[in-house]
């Protein structure tokens, strides 16, 4: 599975940006999608995760109520809206899929990583 991530950049502080994923192979549907970030000088961190089926999702802390996950099995792509952004989510986000995650939300879960894309939120 290749998983290509695209929508970062740069936005004032309250605004919006919907990331996108696209995953190379029709067995998308069969994989759990999450997103992670990684801000300068911090470990990466667990966003956000949709199961295979799009029934079940989770959401760190820090983003609920902010940001949504979903799911475009016909195009293969997973998608985080991010809305009310803040500075602290400046960060590289990376999104991976995982066949059979216990809990989604741990870096070890996922198989394959895509190459992340920047997101800048300025105040």
């Known amino acids: 599975v290749q998983l290509q991530a695209s929508g970062g950049g740069l936005v004032q502080a309250g605004g919006s940006l919907r990331l996108s994923c696209a995953a190379s192979?029709?067995?998308?549907?069969?994989?759990?999608m999450g997103w992670f970030r990684q801000a300068p000088g911090k470990e990466r961190e667990f966003v956000a995760a949709n199961s295979w089926s799009g029934s079940s999702t989770s959401y760190a802390d820090s983003v609920k109520g902010r940001f949504t996950i979903s799911r475009d099995y016909a195009k293969n792509t997973v998608n985080l809206q991010m809305n009310s952004l803040k500075p602290e989510d400046t960060a590289v986000y990376y999104c991976a899929a995982a066949q059979s995650p216990p809990t989604m939300v741990w870096e070890y879960e996922y198989d394959y990583w895509g190459q992340g894309t920047l997101v800048t939120v300025s105040s």
């Open positions: 192979e029709r067995t998308f549907s069969s994989y759990a």
